[in-house]
């Protein structure tokens, strides 16, 4: 199984970037997709995650209304439409899978972790 995120860079702040993450070796339709976050010295936090067919989405209060994961199962590939970034929005982000249809927030409940993609958010 490969999670394979990309998308980061250095935006300033109020701009946007899109995060996108391609699984293989999975049966993608199968798993709820999550995006987390680590910042420096920080513990991995949960941002957004999206059921199985993309008709249940989850956010973090700190993002909502700002972000919108979404998901395409025909290119086993969820994303990540981040606007109006801030300073705070910088970390890593991680993508996961978790299988079945219950869509969850802890970090520990998902099966699948992507390398993570770096977002920084600095004027």
């Known amino acids: 199984v490969q999670l394979q995120a990309s998308g980061g860079g250095l935006v300033q702040p109020g701009g946007s970037l899109r995060l996108s993450c391609a699984a293989s070796?999975?049966?993608?339709?199968?798993?709820?997709m999550g995006w987390f976050r680590q910042a420096p010295g920080k513990e991995r936090e949960f941002v957004a995650a999206?059921?199985?067919?993309?008709?249940?989405?989850y956010y973090a209060d700190s993002v909502k209304g700002r972000f919108t994961i979404s998901r395409d199962n025909a290119k086993n590939t969820v994303y990540l439409q981040m606007n109006s970034l801030k300073p705070e929005d910088t970390a890593v982000y991680y993508c996961?899978?978790?299988?079945?249809?219950?869509?969850?927030?802890?970090?520990?409940?998902?099966?699948?972790w992507g390398q993570g993609t770096l977002v920084t958010v600095s004027s």
């Open positions: 996961a899978a978790d299988f079945g249809v219950v869509v969850n927030t802890e970090p520990s409940l998902y099966d699948y």
């Open positions: 070796g999975l049966p993608f339709s199968s798993y709820a």
């Open positions: 999206i059921s199985w067919s993309g008709g249940n989405t």
